[in-house]
């Protein structure tokens, strides 16, 4: 299906956008990384509480934790825009980041080797922890070939900028996400190459499945591919050490069970991926990306 051309005012906001993109770029690459990285975080923890996203986040924090009081409430919303600040800021340098090899540390990173050396294709999965776009680089800078679904911009000069851009650290291999995307992620995994999937945000018509104590729809995607593969979801995190230092954890891998039943076999494997999900936040709450509205939409309503 052919997209719609835009509009002229369209097309002059986009290149407008681009081009406030450029200059932001270009501020931020003559800084030292450290410097970019408590920028973001210092602007986001003024702007973020003036945005409607910082109800989003006091919401989404009273859910997973019913029982804290206003005082650690206030302190976690105050930390998690320190780290969505620096994220955000630290995506537009992501390879002065990933060519410091002092910046990211792996962990159980002889698994990617032995993934490798295998030729054993994988379904990777992982959440929006820390600054995540850390965990995809990783991945195709090992010796892993790996296919890295995306969402593309709206903006089409910007999404020709984020890919080129992201070329410069690595990311390479693109699949883009509904019909198209689903077939060359089946044609990868057919080759024996692995894909990596986020998985922790709402999925529209996707498997209802608990995840800290309220149903929320999540993408059935990795749990299919991995069982019709016959393969492993293999989960990975991204934690942020201290400032633009980062440590990822390629966790344990998650076995699926096959008991013929699609169906119920694909929800036992969303419901596994919610359960990692979950222990990572608890484990470090500051780092998850809290603005996004997991839960249906009804739960926000009610919260106003």
């Known amino acids: 299906m052919t997209q719609a051309k835009p509009s002229v005012a369209q097309d002059i906001l986009w290149r407008l956008e681009a081009l406030a993109f450029d200059v932001v770029i270009l501020f931020a690459r003559m800084l030292p990384v450290d410097m970019v990285s408590d920028f973001g975080a210092w602007f986001f923890k003024i702007a973020g509480p003036l945005t409607g ?115 410069r650290y690595g990311v390479r291999y693109f699949a883009p996400k509904g019909g198209d995307g689903a077939r060359e992620l089946l044609t990868a995994l057919g080759r024996g190459e692995s894909v990596a999937l986020m998985n922790d945000q709402k999925f529209n018509g996707g498997v209802a499945a608990p995840i800290f104590g309220l149903m929320a729809h999540t993408a059935p995607g990795p749990s299919r591919l991995a069982l019709r593969f016959n393969t492993v979801l293999q989960p990975m995190s991204v934690q942020r050490r201290y400032k633009a230092r980062f440590r990822v954890v390629v966790h344990e891998p998650i076995h699926l069970e096959h008991t013929g039943n699609m169906t119920a076999d694909i929800e036992a494997g969303v419901r596994k991926v919610n359960a990692f999900i979950e222990e990572r936040v608890r484990e470090r709450p500051a780092e998850w990306f809290w603005t996004h509205k997991r839960w249906p939409s009804d739960t926000y309503k009610r919260s106003r």
């Open 53 to 167: 996203a910082h109800k989003v986040a006091e919401i989404n924090l009273r859910i997973v934790f019913p029982h804290a009081s206003d005082a650690e409430i206030a302190q976690l919303l105050v930390e998690q825009w320190d780290n969505t600040g620096r994220t955000f800021l630290e995506l537009l340098i992501m390879d002065r980041i990933i060519g410091s090899p002092d910046r990211v540390e792996v962990v159980n990173g002889h698994r990617l080797n032995e993934i490798a050396a295998k030729q054993e294709p994988v379904v990777f999965v992982s959440g929006h922890f820390s600054n995540f776009e850390v965990m995809p680089a990783t991945i195709v800078n090992s010796p892993v070939k790996c296919h890295i679904t995306y969402r593309a911009m709206n903006n089409p000069h910007v999404e020709k900028r984020v890919r080129d851009y992201r070329f």
